[in-house]
C-alpha cells in the first residue's frame, strides 16, 4: 500500500496515554528550549533524553524513516546554506578562529564554524523526535481538541486536524490517477527526460488536485449540515480529561524548561563557548 | 388532516452559475409521518429539491429563489442552514466524503458537538443512536476500516443524534452491493417507525425503494413535478417511462406481455401484484421466445492462471484464482464491494504485482510486462472519470495516449476523430470537458482508452450514478464495441447489467473465486446469491409465482425484449 508518511501509529505505551494537550504543551516547551538555548551541553541532554522518549513510545524508527528521511535532507541543505552564506559565523560567534585549511577566500575550515553548525545540527536533532512523536503518538481526533483547548480557534484546529487526515486518502487518489495514467503510457519513472517527466507529472496532479476540490466540497457541505461554525465554542468527544500522570509530565517539563534556561544564560550568553 | 411538514408553493429555484432555472414552478407538500420517494432521471433536478429543503440551497450554492418552501410551518428563507439543520437530517450520497470524525463515534457526535453538550451525555446519547443502527459494538473502530453499508448506518445515526423530524435521504442505494442496498431500505423502514420522522428519499432505483411501502411517489422532470401519487397509481400510469426511469422490471414484464396494469392489482411489490387477470398473458408471451442461439467456444485470449496477491505480507486479498476470458467475450466480474474485484482489475494492467501465478494473453506468458506493454493490450476504465481525466478540451484528452507515444500528427487526428465518432462524442469535439455531463465524462475516458486500440477493455463500473437513458447509452455503445471484436470485462453490482449484457459471470468472495457461470444461472443459485451478497431479480420471483417451469427462459424473453424496446431511444 501507500507510504504512510505522517500518521497517528496505534501503540499502547504511556506517551500514547497522556492526553493530547499534555502532549502539545510539552511539545512547545520543548522547542522552545532547544530553540532558545546554544548551549551544547543542554543539546546533547535534550537529544538524549529525547532519544530515551522515543524508545518509550514503542515506535519503530521504520514506520517514521519516510519523513525523517526528508528531513534530514532539509537539514543537510541547511548545513550547505549556512556554510555557503556565513562560512565566519563560528569564528563572529565565539571570538578565536582555529583554521584547520584554507578553501579560497573567505571559506576556510575552522573548529568554531564546525563546532556551530553541529550545535544547529544538534538542535534538529533535539526537535525531530519529538515533533514526529507528537503528531505518531496523538490520536487525530484528539489532536484538533487538543489545540483548541491551549486556545486555537476551533475552526482552524479542525482545519488543521482535516488536513492531516486527508493524506492517506490523497495519497491513495494519487496513486490511483497515477496508474491509470501510466497505462495511458505516460512516463514518470527515470527512464524519461526532467522536462518531460515535469511536463507528465501535470497530467496526474491536475486529476489530483480537481478530485481533492471535489472531497472539499463535499466535506464542507456535510461538516455545514451537521451545524459546524453554528457557536462560538464546541466540546469534543474524544477529549480526555487531566490524570496525574499527565500534571507530573507537565511539571517535569516546566522544571526541564527552567533548568536548561538557567544552565544556559547563567553565563549571559546563549552559546557555550569551550574555545575561551 | 395530518400537519404539512415541507410545502413548495411555486417554488423555483436558478442557480447562479445557470442560464436556465433548475427547478420551476414546483408546487408539492409532504404531510408529518409521510415516507415520500422522489424520483426523476439524472439532471432532473431531484438532488437540487434535496438541497432546497436541507438549506444547502440557497446558503452554500447560491443562486435565485422564487416562490416560497415551508419547512415545519417556517419559511425556509428566513431561517438559516444551522436552524433548519435540527428539523432536517441529511444522509448525503457520496458514503466516504460526509465523514468529518475518525472513529464512529466521534463521527456520530459530531452534531452534539458542534451544539457544545457535555462529554458525559453526549457519550450517552452515541451509545443509545448507535445501538438504534445497530453499531454500538464499533464505537471506536476507524470509519476507513467499515464496509460500504456500515459506513451508511454511521452517517445515518450522525444525523439521528438531533432528534430531527424530517429525514433526508440523497441516493442512499448508490454504491451499495444488491443485498446491502436491500438492507439499507429496511433500516430506514425501521428507524422511521421507532422514530415518527417524516422520511424523503431521493433516488432513481425505484424497485430496490420500494422494497419496503412509501406512501407516495413523486416524479421530476426537468425541473418540474410531472407525478405525485400512490406507488401503485404510478407504476399503473404512464408518467415513468415517460421519464426514462426504469420501472420494475416485473411490472414492466407484465406490460409488455399486454397486460394491462391498474391500481387495483397493487403492483407496488412483486408479492402483492396480482397477476390473476394477466397470467395467461404473461404465459403466452414467454412461449413466444426465440431460442437465443449459443455462442461457439472460441479461442481465449486472457487467462489467469492460480493468481494470488496480497497488499500486507501474510495477508493475502486474492487467493488462487483462475479464469479465462474468450476473444470477443463480454464478460462480468461481480461481487460484493471489497470482495477484490477491483484488486483482480489492478493486477491483470499490471498496477500491482501479484505474488504468484500466471497471467497469459493469447497464450503468451505476460505477468512480467510492465504497465506500459500491458496497455497495448488491455485498456483499464476507472469507476471515476475525475480520476482520469487531465485536459481541457476533449480531443486533447483523447489524444493524449497517442501523442505521448511519439505517433504522428496525421494519424493521431484520425484516429482520435475516428473514436470519438464511435463514441458518439464528435460533435463535442472541441468543446472544454468540463461542459460535459457524468455520463459523457465517462464516454470521454472510454475513448481515451479505446484510441490506444487495446483487445481488452475492462470496465469498474461503467453505469454507477446513471439513469437509465445514459445507462442504455453507455451499455449499447460497449455493445457494439463488442460487436466490432473487442472484449469487454465490466466489475459491476449492478445484477440488471449482468443480466441483460453479459451471457457469463465470474463471482468474487473474500478473494476467492466461488462461481464461473452463465449469468442467469449464477442469479438462480441461492447460495451464491447469499455468499456474494448479490439479489434475485423479481423476475424470477414473478416467474416462479407463474409457474413457469424455467425461470431462465422467462428472464431472457424480457431481456430481448426489453432492449428492443428501448434502442427505439436512441
Not at chain 2, 277 to 296: F, K, M, N
Not at chain 2, 440 to 450: D, F, G, Y
Request: proline letters at 4%.
Amino acid at each position: 500500500m501507500a507510504v504512510e508518511m505522517l500518521s497517528y501509529i496505534e501503540r499502547k505505551s504511556p506517551i500514547h496515554e497522556l492526553t493530547g494537550v499534555t502532549k502539545l504543551i510539552c511539545f512547545i516547551i520543548w522547542s522552545s528550549a532547544a530553540m532558545l538555548t546554544y548551549d551544547t551541553r543542554i543539546l546533547a541532554f535534550l537529544f538524549i533524553f529525547s532519544i530515551v522518549i522515543f524508545f518509550i513510545s514503542k515506535i519503530k524508527l521504520k514506520e517514521i524513516s519516510f519523513i525523517l528521511i526528508f528531513i534530514l535532507v532539509f537539514l543537510l541543505l541547511n548545513n550547505i546554506a549556512i556554510y555557503a552564506f556565513s562560512p565566519q559565523e563560528g569564528v563572529k560567534i565565539y571570538g578565536t578562529s582555529h583554521v584547520l585549511f584554507e578553501i579560497f577566500g573567505r571559506y576556510n575550515v575552522t573548529i568554531e564554524q564546525i563546532f556551530y553548525q553541529i550545535n544547529i545540527t544538534l538542535k534538529y536533532f533535539t526537535v525531530i523526535p519529538v515533533a514526529l512523536l507528537f503528531i505518531a503518538t496523538t490520536h487525530p481526533s484528539e489532536f484538533a481538541a487538543s489545540m483548541n483547548k491551549i486556545g486555537v480557534s476551533y475552526r482552524i484546529s479542525y482545519a488543521v486536524a482535516l488536513a492531516l487526515r486527508y493524506i492517506p486518502d490523497v495519497q491513495r487518489d494519487f496513486r490511483n490517477i497515477a496508474l491509470s495514467q501510466q497505462a495511458r503510457g505516460i512516463d514518470m519513472s527515470s527512464k524519461e527526460k526532467l522536462p518531460k517527466r515535469i511536463k507528465n507529472a501535470t497530467s496526474i496532479i491536475i486529476p489530483l488536485i480537481l478530485s481533492s476540490l471535489e472531497k472539499i466540497d463535499t466535506i464542507s457541505n456535510a461538516m455545514e449540515l451537521r451545524g459546524f461554525g453554528k457557536n462560538k465554542r464546541r466540546t469534543w468527544y474524544s477529549a480526555r480529561p487531566f490524570q496525574k500522570r499527565d500534571y507530573l509530565t507537565l511539571i517535569a517539563f516546566v522544571l526541564l524548561f527552567v533548568i536548561s534556561m538557567v544552565v544556559t544564560y547563567y553565563d549571559g550568553d546563549r552559546f557555550y563557548n569551550p574555545f575561551v | 388532516m395530518k400537519k404539512p411538514v415541507i410545502e413548495f408553493h411555486n417554488y423555483s429555484f436558478k442557480y447562479n452559475s445557470q442560464v436556465e432555472p433548475t427547478l420551476r414552478d414546483l408546487n408539492f407538500t409532504i404531510y408529518e409521518g409521510e415516507k415520500v420517494l422522489i424520483v426523476g432521471p439524472s439532471g432532473s433536478g431531484k438532488s437540487t429539491i434535496g438541497h432546497c429543503i436541507n438549506g444547502l440551497v440557497p446558503f452554500s450554492f447560491k443562486g435565485e429563489v422564487t416562490g416560497s418552501l415551508k419547512i415545519l410551518g417556517k419559511e425556509a428563507k428566513s431561517l438559516d442552514i444551522f436552524s433548519l439543520s435540527k428539523m432536517v437530517g441529511t444522509v448525503l450520497q457520496d458514503p466516504d466524503g460526509q465523514f468529518i470524525g475518525l472513529t464512529v463515534g466521534e463521527d456520530i457526535a459530531f452534531a452534539l458537538e458542534n451544539d457544545c453538550t457535555e462529554q458525559q451525555t453526549m457519550h450517552e446519547i452515541v451509545d443509545e443512536v448507535a445501538k438504534m443502527v445497530e453499531m454500538d459494538g464499533y464505537l471506536s473502530s476507524s470509519i476507513h476500516h467499515l464496509s460500504g453499508g456500515q459506513k451508511q448506518r454511521v452517517s445515518l445515526a450522525g444525523v439521528l443524534v438531533d432528534k430531527v423530524e424530517i429525514l433526508l435521504f440523497d441516493e442512499p442505494l448508490a454504491n451499495l452491493d444488491p443485498a446491502t442496498g436491500k438492507y439499507a431500505i429496511e433500516l430506514i423502514e425501521r428507524i422511521q417507525k421507532e422514530t415518527n420522522t417524516t422520511v424523503v428519499i431521493i433516488e432513481h432505483r425505484l424497485e430496490d425503494v420500494l422494497h419496503c411501502p412509501v406512501d407516495r411517489i413523486i416524479v421530476i422532470d426537468d425541473g418540474r413535478v410531472v407525478a405525485d401519487m400512490s406507488p401503485d397509481q404510478l407504476l399503473a400510469s404512464e408518467y415513468l417511462e415517460k421519464s426514462y426511469i426504469r420501472e420494475p422490471l416485473y411490472v414492466k414484464a407484465a406490460k409488455y406481455a399486454g397486460c394491462e396494469i391498474m391500481e387495483e392489482m397493487k403492483p407496488a411489490h412483486p408479492s402483492t401484484f396480482a397477476l390473476d387477470g394477466c397470467r395467461d398473458q404473461l404465459l403466452t408471451w414467454v412461449e413466444a421466445v426465440d431460442i437465443v442461439p449459443s455462442s461457439e467456444k472460441r479461442e481465449p485470449i486472457l487467462e489467469l492462471k492460480d493468481i494470488s496477491f496480497s497488499y500486507e505480507p501474510g495477508r493475502k486479498t486474492i487467493h488462487d484464482v483462475s479464469f479465462s476470458i474468450e476473444k470477443g467475450e463480454m464478460v462480468s466480474i461481480v461481487g460484493k464491494n471489497g470482495a477484490g474485484k477491483s484488486t483482480l482489475s489492478k493486477i491483470i494492467c499490471g498496477f500491482e504485482k501479484l505474488s504468484s501465478g500466471q497471467i497469459l494473453f493469447d497464450g503468451q506468458d505476460i505477468t512480467h510486462d510492465t504497465i506500459k506493454e500491458r496497455s497495448l493490450r488491455i485498456g483499464l476504465v476507472m469507476q471515476n472519470p475525475n480520476h482520469m481525466i487531465s485536459k481541457n478540451m476533449i480531443f486533447d484528452e483523447v489524444a493524449l495516449g497517442l501523442v505521448i507515444r511519439g505517433v504522428a500528427e496525421e494519424e493521431v487526428k484520425e484516429r482520435v476523430e475516428r473514436t470519438l465518432k464511435i463514441c458518439g462524442l464528435y460533435p463535442f469535439r472541441n468543446w472544454p470537458i468540463s461542459a460535459l455531463s457524468f455520463g459523457q465524462k465517462k464516454r470521454v475516458t472510454i475513448a481515451s482508452i479505446l484510441v490506444l486500440e487495446p483487445e481488452v477493455i475492462i470496465l469498474d463500473e461503467p453505469t454507477a450514478g446513471q439513469d437509465l437513458r445514459h445507462y442504455t447509452e453507455i451499455m449499447e455503445f460497449l455493445v457494439e464495441l463488442n460487436r466490432q471484436g473487442k472484449t469487454i470485462v465490466m466489475i459491476t453490482h449492478d445484477m440488471h447489467l449482468m443480466l441483460e449484457y453479459t451471457p457469463r459471470a465470474i463471482v468474487i468472495e473474500g478473494g476467492r473465486k466461488i462461481a464461473d457461470d452463465s449469468s442467469a444461472a449464477i442469479l438462480t443459485d441461492s447460495g451464491i446469491i447469499q455468499q456474494a451478497n448479490l439479489k434475485e431479480t423479481s423476475l424470477f420471483e414473478l416467474a416462479k409465482r407463474l409457474e413457469i417451469g424455467e425461470p431462465r427462459r422467462f428472464v431472457e424473453r424480457f431481456i430481448a425484449c426489453d432492449r428492443e424496446v428501448r434502442n427505439i431511444w436512441q
